[in-house]
């Protein structure tokens, strides 16, 4: 079977981008694959984070793990922080990674933009996330497509690795949904849906209840148009909306533009508040039964079973940079 890593952060409220573009694909991996899905609470430190909000966060994911459907028995489940190796790899990797490459690091540009001062990790985040995917052999990764060009840097780190010491990791590839897999903002369809959006009508989360996601739903910038079409570059706001009822119906999108033709916008609002209340319903029953203990011991024993694969790359790597063990 192919090895799958995936990580997110446990920043911000999940929302149904995330949900969409990464974590539903999680659940269809589990059963045909070896998957070890992480909390990546190390990246999160790349920016000011309150430590009790962030603890918080990270018992938060975890249960929404649980709750969209992954199977602890199936799946490994850990908190990055908790297998030390990911930092120890991390550091490795910067010794051979290039400024330049890094400097040229699109989402470290956006992050970084109008700022007096950002912080190294911001900067070197990219090795870390190929710390996290290398460290285990990873065949696939499923990302959204921001993260591909992070997943790219990971590829070029990997092959000279193995040039430069020996045939050591593996090359991931990257596996991106085709639909879905960039959902934008309701209120500004330009833009990619942000945790950090400050305007919380912007994302519908995961966890909101079922009169705010309508209310989102009903907020939802359209046009004057009048037609419903997929047209990314003329209507950004309907052909958002189009994007989430096939997903959330698993249906595509031509389907759902045969569906709601010669409808009216309000129809279009409605029944994919319908379809989504269903889909978001049923995972937050699963993430109200969920107990706090039952988390913890979950993250323990992942975490165990990630350090144990971890401790063989981990050594094969010092021993060929010539560390003495």
């Known amino acids: 079977m192919n090895r799958v890593f995936s990580g997110v952060q446990p920043t911000g409220d999940i929302h149904i981008g995330n949900y969409l573009g990464a974590m539903r694909q999680f659940v269809k991996l ?6 070890l899905f992480c909390i990546v609470d190390l ?7 309150n430590p009790e909000t962030l603890k918080k966060k990270t018992i938060e994911l975890a249960g929404l793990y649980l709750a969209i459907g992954l199977d602890p028995k199936k799946v490994v489940i850990f908190v990055q ?5 990911h930092a120890e790899l991390g550091w490795l990797l910067q010794c051979i990674t290039y400024f330049g490459e890094l400097s040229r690091m699109t989402q470290f540009k956006d992050k970084s933009k109008g700022k007096d001062s950002v912080s190294v990790g911001l900067f070197t985040y990219p090795d870390l996330m190929a710390a996290d995917i290398l460290l285990y052999q990873t065949n696939l990764v499923p990302v959204g497509e921001d993260q591909k060009q992070h997943l790219e840097l990971t590829r070029d780190i990997a092959e000279r690795f193995n040039n430069r010491f020996g045939e050591t990791f593996v090359i991931p590839e990257p596996l991106i949904l085709k639909s879905g897999s960039r959902i934008m903002s ?8 942000s945790k950090s959006d400050e305007n919380q009508f912007n994302r519908i989360n995961l966890v909101d209840e079922l009169p705010l996601i309508k209310k989102k739903i009903n907020r939802a910038v359209t046009d004057s148009d009048n037609e419903i079409r997929y047209d990314l570059d003329n209507k950004p706001g309907i052909s958002n909306l189009l ?9 595509s ?3 759902a533009e045969k569906r709601f033709k010669g409808q009216g916008y309000g129809i279009l609002k409605k029944e994919l508040f319908d379809v989504m209340a269903e889909k978001l319903l049923h995972i937050q029953e699963n ?25 063989k790359t981990i050594k094969e790597v010092k021993e060929k940079m010539g560390l003495l063990l």
């Open 43 to 49: 990246h999160a430190l790349t920016v000011p984070q």
């Open 287 to 311: 993430y109200k039964n969920l107990d706090n203990d039952y988390i913890i011991k979950v993250l323990k024993d992942g975490a165990e079973k990630a350090q144990q694969i971890a401790e």
């Open 243 to 251: 994007t989430l009822y096939s997903q959330f119906a698993e249906i």
């Open 253 to 255: 999108i031509e389907e």
């Open 81 to 85: 922080s908790h297998v030390p190796y």
């Open 186 to 193: 309701l209120s500004e369809p330009d833009k990619k849906m």
């Open 30 to 35: 589990q059963d045909d694959n070896e998957c």
